[in-house]
């Protein structure tokens, strides 16, 4: 299994939020006007896409992606796909990785809001991403500016050819008048909307991974920093995905043996105006909502009565000590 890693090219949006189009969260492709060589559910696949040389299937070669037949008439192909929740969409990569004499010369992404799987005859699409010139073999990183809420995407290739993979940057859309008061929720998690802000390393695997739903499903699915060869320790800063008060915290060092952290600790606090850049520097001086507690390789770390009474907080500062691995943060509490 090919492990996803950290793009110095690719923009921020890509390590700050979540992937909209992703398989395991339950993005769907519902319908394509053509996938002779290769089926658009592979253009969702979570993993970085492959070539594998020599391997032939009953319409040709094989690719790992979405791959339409030549169009010898007028038009184009495009794909329709469902998100894998409500939301706004940041940035898209639209990447043709292996895709060399055979990617489209040029694509663009519309969008619209329907409460059924597959949108209705008359669904308003608006383009989101305008008509753009691809290159084979290459991420595609544009960024979107358009903050209304979306369900479902229309990809077009013109005239044909193939994707490899779609990746959808986004937050999801949470309806948080419709939270009952007092109720438990994870503040951390992505799919509620919460992301990261800033890690100090991100060398062998992305922060972001630490908010994902469910365990991590192997090493490479979750946080984990170089080894630090100089004093201090790594760090994560979180963007709640509400503000709240945190009663409970679960750290899951899942898979992480000899290289889990020895210990962590977290800060926390309401922040209001600034930037997300300026809170690196902030961050620092924050109150601690969890003193320094061991971990533990492979195991679901739970705390409540060690944190600290803070109130309503909107941010969190994970520390790890010195170094190594984090597979999933869990911030459970009840929201303002």
Same mark, same amino acid.
């Given at each position: 299994?090919?492990?996803? +890693? *950290?793009?110095?090219?690719? %923009?921020?949006? +890509?390590?700050?939020? @979540?992937?909209?189009?992703?398989?395991?969260?339950?993005?769907? $492709?519902?319908?394509?006007? &053509?996938?002779?060589?290769?089926?658009?559910?592979?253009?969702?696949?979570?993993?970085?896409?492959?070539?594998?040389? !020599?391997?032939?299937?009953?319409?040709?070669?094989?690719?790992?992606?979405?791959?339409?037949? /030549?169009?010898?008439? =007028?038009?184009?192909?495009? #794909?329709?796909?469902?998100?894998?929740?409500?939301? +706004?969409?940041?940035?898209?990569?639209?990447?043709?990785?292996?895709? =060399?004499?055979?990617?489209?010369?040029?694509?663009?992404?519309? $969008? #619209?809001?329907?409460?059924?799987?597959?949108?209705?005859?008359?669904?308003?699409?608006?383009?989101?991403?305008?008509?753009?010139?691809?290159?084979?073999?290459?991420?595609?990183?544009?960024?979107?500016? &358009?903050?209304? %809420?979306?369900?479902?995407?229309?990809?077009?290739?013109?005239? &044909?050819?193939?994707?490899?993979?779609?990746?959808?940057?986004?937050?999801?859309?949470? &309806?948080?008048?419709?939270?009952?008061?007092?109720?438990?929720?994870? *503040?951390?998690?992505?799919?509620?909307?919460?992301?990261?802000?800033?890690?100090?390393?991100?060398?062998?695997?992305?922060?972001?991974?630490?908010?994902?739903?469910?365990?991590?499903?192997?090493?490479?699915?979750?946080?984990?920093? /170089?080894?630090?060869?100089?004093?201090?320790?790594?760090?994560?800063?979180?963007?709640?995905?509400?503000?709240?008060?945190?009663?409970?915290?679960?750290?899951?060092?899942?898979?992480?043996?000899?290289?889990?952290?020895?210990? #962590?600790?977290?800060?926390?606090? /309401?922040?209001?105006?600034? +930037?997300?850049?300026?809170?690196?520097?902030?961050?620092?001086?924050?109150?601690?909502?969890?003193?320094?507690?061991?971990?533990?390789?492979?195991?679901?770390?739970?705390?409540?009565?060690?944190?600290?009474? @803070? !109130?309503?907080? =909107?941010?969190?500062? *994970?520390?790890?000590?010195?170094?190594?691995?984090?597979? /999933?943060?869990? @911030?459970?509490?009840?929201?303002?």
């Amino acid at each position: 299994m090919a492990i996803p +890693t *950290l793009d110095p090219n690719a %923009p921020s949006f +890509t390590r700050r939020y @979540l992937n909209l189009a992703d398989q395991r969260l339950g993005a769907k $492709a519902i319908f394509a006007s &053509d996938e002779f060589f290769a089926p658009k559910e592979r253009m969702l696949d979570s993993q970085p896409a492959v070539f594998i040389p !020599g391997k032939y299937d009953d319409h040709g070669k094989w690719m790992d992606g979405w791959e339409t037949r /030549r169009k010898r008439t =007028t038009g184009y192909d495009y #794909c329709i796909v469902k998100l894998a929740r409500p939301g +706004t969409v940041y940035g898209v990569d639209l990447d043709t990785s292996h895709f =060399t004499g055979n990617f489209p010369p040029a694509a663009s992404i519309d $969008a #619209c809001h329907a409460d059924t799987e597959t949108p209705p005859d008359n669904a308003q699409w608006r383009t989101i991403v305008p008509a753009t010139t691809l290159q084979g073999n290459s991420h595609h990183y544009l960024e979107v500016s &358009d903050v209304r %809420p979306y369900t479902h995407l229309r990809v077009n290739i013109y005239p &044909d050819g193939g994707i490899a993979r779609l990746r959808v940057y986004g937050q999801p859309t949470v &309806d948080w008048s419709r939270m009952a008061r007092g109720v438990a929720v994870d *503040l951390a998690a992505a799919e509620n909307g919460a992301y990261v802000v800033a890690a100090n390393n991100q060398h062998f695997g992305l922060a972001s991974n630490i908010l994902m739903p469910g365990r991590g499903v192997n090493m490479g699915d979750g946080w984990e920093t /170089r080894r630090r060869r100089e004093p201090g320790n790594d760090w994560a800063i979180v963007a709640l995905a509400h503000p709240g008060v945190i009663r409970r915290v679960e750290v899951d060092t899942a898979f992480f043996k000899g290289n889990f952290p020895d210990r #962590c600790s977290i800060q926390a606090a /309401r922040v209001e105006g600034g +930037t997300d850049e300026s809170l690196v520097t902030q961050a620092m001086f924050w109150p601690v909502l969890l003193q320094e507690q061991p971990l533990k390789m492979d195991n679901v770390h739970t705390f409540e009565a060690e944190l600290s009474g @803070l !109130g309503a907080v =909107t941010h969190v500062r *994970l520390n790890i000590f010195p170094d190594g691995g984090v597979s /999933r943060l869990r @911030l459970w509490g009840e929201i303002e």
